[in-house]
């Protein structure tokens, strides 16, 4: 699946900036004026460096909140892994099952494991959802750039489905009980799961969805300075994912105010979260080609979305492909 996902996401990928090189006038090649001198360099690794570490605190902040202990050289791992597994999946769906799979690898429990990257993936969604209606509500300008009808409404009804899902996980993990057996007895009926692994399935799952359960409730009631951080960890990774366009433009000596091109970028990656495509592959670059033409010449269109994509996106996805495959060869040679 992964495979085939891979496909999809470069063909996508490749398709998409060939036809922004082929749509506006003047692109000819990949170049930035000043990207790859010394003073520049040094500032996109350290600019990165920030990036990945940030991500990789706001999953062990919300191990901490629970009181599990993860190495933070397994989170800057994850990271990775999250990155190739959600680009190469549509809707972004495999980065949550390969991180979990691989936390469970390394002894945490499912439940734990599955509650702590639905959290640090909530709490950046939240930030997010939450912060369109008052981006569509200050910056009226983007709405000619971006027309998103509806955005305030939708994205309130998304926190106020996370907010019923928490609510129904935490109060009702009785009823997801009785959905998951449902499901497990007609397994067996169509002899899918064997009679005899039935009762080690159920066992498990009836111990995963405690787990669960009761890492939400941790998470909430737990140590109050890793609640904090984790809320704050996330605030700094998503400022510096949508900062590097700014980087860029700032390079180009092109005149945009931080906040407008932060805005931007919420709302992209707003978009992006009902993209079917894996990794939002062809939707996320031709998507920002299109806005961000408002503000730049058509020549610097095509370099700005490639360099914007292969740092935030790009290079995570192919660093990650090595981890993935690294440690699948490791577990299954049991080193």
């Known amino acids: ?67 599990t202990d ?32 691989f936390l469970n690898k390394n002894k945490v429990p499912v439940g734990t494991a599955t ?21 569509l509500t200050l910056e009226k300008g983007l709405k000619a750039v971006i027309p998103i009808q509806h955005g305030i409404i939708y994205s309130l009804l998304l926190i106020l489905m996370y907010a019923l899902l928490f609510y129904g996980l935490i109060k009702q993990k009785n009823l997801l009980k009785k959905v998951v057996y449902s499901i497990l007895r007609l397994l067996r009926r169509v002899h899918l799961l064997k009679s005899e692994k039935y009762e080690k399935v159920k066992a498990s799952v009836d111990k995963e969805i405690s787990h669960f359960a009761e890492s939400l409730l941790r998470f909430w009631y737990g140590r109050k300075i890793y609640f904090f951080l984790s809320i704050l960890s996330s605030v700094v990774y998503l400022f510096l994912l949508f900062v590097f366009p700014f980087f860029l433009l700032r390079l180009m000596k092109v005149k945009v105010h931080i906040l407008t091109v932060i805005s931007i970028q919420v709302l992209i990656t707003f978009l992006i979260y009902f993209t079917p495509t894996p990794g939002g592959s062809g939707v996320a670059e031709g998507g920002f080609a299109l806005i961000f033409a408002h503000f730049v010449t058509s020549a610097y269109i095509a370099p700005l979305t490639f360099y914007w994509r292969f740092f935030t996106m790009y290079l995570g996805m192919i660093i990650g492909f090595i981890v993935f495959y690294r440690e699948v060869w490791k577990k299954d040679n049991g080193v």
């Open 1 to 67: 699946m992964y495979v085939i996902g891979s496909l999809v996401f470069m063909s996508l990928a490749v398709i998409t900036l060939f036809l922004i090189f082929k749509g506006f006038k003047g692109s000819e090649g990949l170049v930035i004026p000043g990207l790859f001198t010394l003073a520049s360099g040094i500032k996109l690794v350290i600019l990165l460096l920030l990036f990945y570490t940030f991500d990789g605190l706001r999953l062990l902040c919300v191990f901490k909140t629970f009181g």
């Open 70 to 101: 993860v190495s933070f050289l397994l989170m800057i791992k994850l990271i990775f892994i999250n990155v190739f597994a959600s680009g190469v999946t549509p809707l972004a769906t495999g980065g949550g099952f390969a991180q979990i799979y």
């Open 115 to 135: 509650a702590a990257t639905t959290i640090r993936t909530v709490i950046a969604s939240i930030i997010i959802f939450a912060s369109v209606p008052v981006i």
